[in-house]
C-alpha cells in the first residue's frame, strides 16, 4: 500500500508566486526523498532531507521534515512554467529495501 | 552516456498475450525496481531486485514476473494473468543496497502498455 500521501491532489498557481505541497507518511523513516515528473517521463529526483534534519534548501526548493507529525513540505520559490509537473514524495520503511511513493501533487504554473 | 533504458516506449497487448519489458542499466547499480502508474496516480511497486539472481515482490506482483540474470538487465513480463495490465511502467535503479532509503532512484522514461 502506498506509504505517502501528497497533498493538494492539484494545484494551479501564477508565474512568479510560490508552490507548497505537503506528504504525509505512515511510518518510521531515516530520509525522506522528493522527486518531480514532467507528463509521460520518468521521475527525477530533486532532494532528500534526512530524518535528523528539520529544513533543507536547493535553489528554488525548500524542504521541512516534522518526524513527530510524520511530514514533509516542499516549497517551490518563484514558480516558473517550466516547474508544471507532478511532485511526488518518496520514503523507506527502515529495515526494508521498498521505496514507496505517494500519490503526487500536480503543479500547475500559469504563465 | 550514463543512464537507465527501456524499450519500447509503447507496446500493446492482445489478449491472452504475455509481453516484456525491457530495463537495462550501465550505472553499475546493485538494486532495480519496477513500478507500475496509472493515470493520475501514484506509483505502486510491482518487484524489486537488490542483487543479480534475486529479487522479492512489491505490492502488486500478481500478474508480473521478473528476472534478474545480469547486473544491467531487469525485464519484466506482464502475464495474461494480469487483467488489467492498461498502465505506464517505470523502471528504477539504485547504487545500494542499504535499507536507509539514503540513495536517491534513477528512472528510464517509460512503457506505455495499452490493450488491444
Known amino acids: 500500500s502506498q506509504q505517502g500521501e501528497e497533498d493538494p491532489q492539484a494545484l494551479s498557481i501564477q508565474e512568479g508566486e510560490n508552490a507548497t505541497m505537503n506528504c504525509s507518511y505512515k511510518?518510521?523513516?531515516?530520509?525522506l526523498q522528493w522527486y518531480r515528473q514532467n507528463s509521460g517521463r520518468g521521475l527525477v529526483h530533486l532532494i532528500l532531507i534526512r530524518s535528523n534534519e528539520r529544513e533543507k534548501h536547493s535553489g528554488r526548493l525548500r524542504v521541512t521534515l516534522d518526524t513527530s507529525k510524520k511530514s514533509s513540505s516542499l516549497l517551490i520559490t518563484a514558480s516558473r512554467a517550466a516547474d508544471t509537473a507532478s511532485y511526488f514524495c518518496?520514503?523507506?520503511?527502515?529495515?526494508?529495501?521498498?521505496?514507496?511513493f505517494g500519490t503526487g501533487t500536480r503543479l500547475k504554473v500559469l504563465a | 552516456d550514463g543512464g537507465i533504458t527501456q524499450s519500447p516506449k509503447y507496446l500493446f497487448r492482445k489478449e491472452g498475450q504475455n509481453v516484456t519489458l525491457s530495463c537495462e542499466q550501465n550505472?553499475?547499480?546493485?538494486?532495480m525496481y519496477w513500478y507500475r502508474q496509472d493515470p493520475g496516480q501514484g506509483l505502486r511497486l510491482i518487484y524489486y531486485?537488490?542483487?543479480?539472481?534475486?529479487?522479492q515482490k512489491g505490492d502488486i506482483a500478481e500478474g508480473y514476473s521478473v528476472s534478474r540474470e545480469k547486473k544491467e538487465s531487469f525485464p519484466l513480463t506482464v502475464t495474461s494473468a494480469q487483467k488489467n495490465p492498461t498502465a505506464f511502467y517505470l523502471c528504477?535503479?539504485?547504487?545500494?543496497?542499504?535499507?536507509?532509503?539514503?540513495?536517491?532512484?534513477?528512472f528510464g522514461s517509460g512503457t506505455q502498455l495499452s490493450v488491444l
Open positions: 528504477a535503479s539504485s547504487t545500494s543496497k542499504g535499507r536507509t532509503g539514503g540513495e536517491k532512484l534513477f
Open positions: 518518496a520514503t523507506v520503511t527502515s529495515g526494508t529495501y521498498k521505496y514507496i
Open positions: 531486485s537488490q542483487i543479480v539472481n534475486d529479487f
Open positions: 511510518t518510521s523513516i531515516n530520509n
Open positions: 550505472l553499475n547499480h546493485d538494486a
